[in-house]
């Protein structure tokens, strides 16, 4: 394990009392905002002192309050990436990734060429973009050399414009970094694009924790997830690029037809589906438009309060999740151990939820 | 410009930039801490702390440059420890100008100072730890920096001060050309002898265009420095 928390700390009238433990890759510390997830990031990186914690990352005790030990921010080797970026205004960006003074100049190429960077090294951050700024953050503590790089809501400040573009960016990071990342966020897209392990906040305690498929497809934590933000994550491989524009995807219940998605065939790439963009069906359905139909079995139907219900589905070996009506659900016969098809129309898989899985982590992921 | 003063005239020029440089610089690193002690710490007492750094400001200038005069005057206590262990003599000499000058002009430059430090964000130095700098480069490599202009405007209003102070001056080491006679002082000399109108205007003129100067020179740096802090 590469992070260990266990942690206790009061903040006024809310209490956190959590623990996980995570593999390498990126793990999503996942919840609302108040949820205690910055708390802990802080509590990571030596930026508060908690009441009662015990925090070993890569093997080194870095906190142990039963211990009286407290090892300075300066000496954790914890690289931290501010919501805000927090770039020093008064030193150019290629002063500000130098800051460190850690890394080789061969590394330093590597990093600034894989955030594509290179542009901006005379410039000062005052003149920079907000996804710039969040760039050379990245770089700045990644050239730390970290034994582990937290990213605090790295693209909460950003429009959904500068998030698309500078997403890709994390996913190279994620693969080619190297480093494992805890990776703070309240956004189900972002947790479903990067996350390899999930541990789910709420009120301060640790709900749900696990590998990221088996989390989000979790139909008990769709509430905590938001019912619009559930959704399955498929892990696929390019099939093809057809002549109309789709792109054919090999998972593992099936094929799924998509509109196209850039990348070369053999490609490993993330989906996510919306549960609410999956329509089921007992028998086959036949001169239907939609493309995708996997053949799945409920394994779980999760009652909420409301007139739906969150059906768990496994699709050959992976879970898979629809929100449908009770009404449906009843009229379908549905109850866990029976089989059915899963419909999911092919446009309704949103482009930025698709990423591409370099091949080193995706095996990681599995072994973790 | 020897020429066009005359040799007392020009003593007294002297020796007042001589004393306000020496105040600004000797008082600089006291201010700096002090402002940081005040504008970072949360300890018992700062009320207190504040007040008295704040007091030459509302004393009458007498009464600072006499509570000067019975502390470190040859016979006070502290006055004769300092003269016997460090060879410090304030009372009567330039240093004493220095002195006094240096405190009238301590909580302008503390004010000053302070106002950059609450300014600074302290996420930049939490940042800076993370990226394994301990507090002494920090404070070197970012508080600082980021603090300068305040520190420069510190420095330009104590040098003013220190130009100008009068009362605890002449009050703590009285007014002997060419030991303690600072252009305020000799502006005072210079009316009270019949004859001295000439000798007076001179160094109001040259009073001016000091400080004139100062605030342009000063200006000219901190536009520069706040060009660079934010950034762009």
Known sequence: MTLKVRIRHALGAFTLDAAFEAPGGVTALFGRSGAGKTTIAHAVAGLIRPEDARIEVAGRVLTDTSLRLHVPPHRRRIGYVFQDGRLFPHMSVAQNLGYARRARPAERARVVEMLGIGHLLPRRPGGLSGGEKQRVAIGRALLSRPDLLVMDEPLAALDEARKAEILPWLERLKGEGGVPILYVSHSVPEVARLATTVVALGGGRVIAAGPAERILADPRLAPVLGLREAGAVLTGIIAAQAEDGLTEIDVPGGRLVLPRIAGAIGMHVRIRIAASDVILSRARPEGLSALNILPARVSEIHMGDGPGVMVALETGGTPLLARITRRSANALNLAPGESCHAVVKSVSVAQGDVGTVPAAVKDAGRAG | ?232
């Not at chain 2, 430090?117 to 930049?124: F, K, N, S, T, Y």
């Not at chain 2, 060419?178 to 502006?187: K, S």
């Open chain 2, 1 to 232: 410009m020897t020429a066009w003063l005359g040799s007392e005239e020009w003593q007294a020029v002297a020796l007042s930039l001589r004393v306000a440089a020496v105040a600004t610089l000797v008082s600089l690193p006291f201010g700096v801490a002090m402002a940081i002690l005040l504008a970072r710490g949360r300890f018992w007492g700062r009320g207190l702390l504040n007040g008295l750094v704040h007091l030459p400001l509302v004393l009458p200038p007498v009464v600072t440059g006499y509570l000067l005069l019975v502390t470190l005057g040859r016979t006070a206590p502290l006055g004769r420890v300092l003269e016997d262990w460090f060879g410090l003599v304030f009372a009567f000499r330039w240093t004493g100008a220095a002195l006094a000058a240096a405190v009238m002009a301590f909580p302008l430059m503390v004010r000053s100072i302070r106002l950059s430090v609450e300014a600074v964000d302290p996420g930049l130095e939490a940042a800076a730890g993370t990226l394994g700098a301990n507090r002494l480069r920090v404070f070197g490599t970012v508080t600082l920096p980021l603090i300068a202009p305040g520190i420069l405007a510190g420095c330009v209003l104590a040098f003013a001060k220190a130009m100008g102070e009068f009362g605890a001056t002449i009050t703590f080491v009285s007014n002997i050309p060419g030991e303690t006679q600072t252009l305020p002082t000799a502006i005072y000399a210079f009316l009270q002898v019949p004859g001295g109108e000439g000798s007076a205007l001179r160094l109001v003129a040259v009073s001016v265009a000091i400080s004139v100067g100062a605030v342009l020179l000063s200006e000219a740096i901190s536009v520069r420095l706040a060009r660079r802090v934010a950034g762009r």
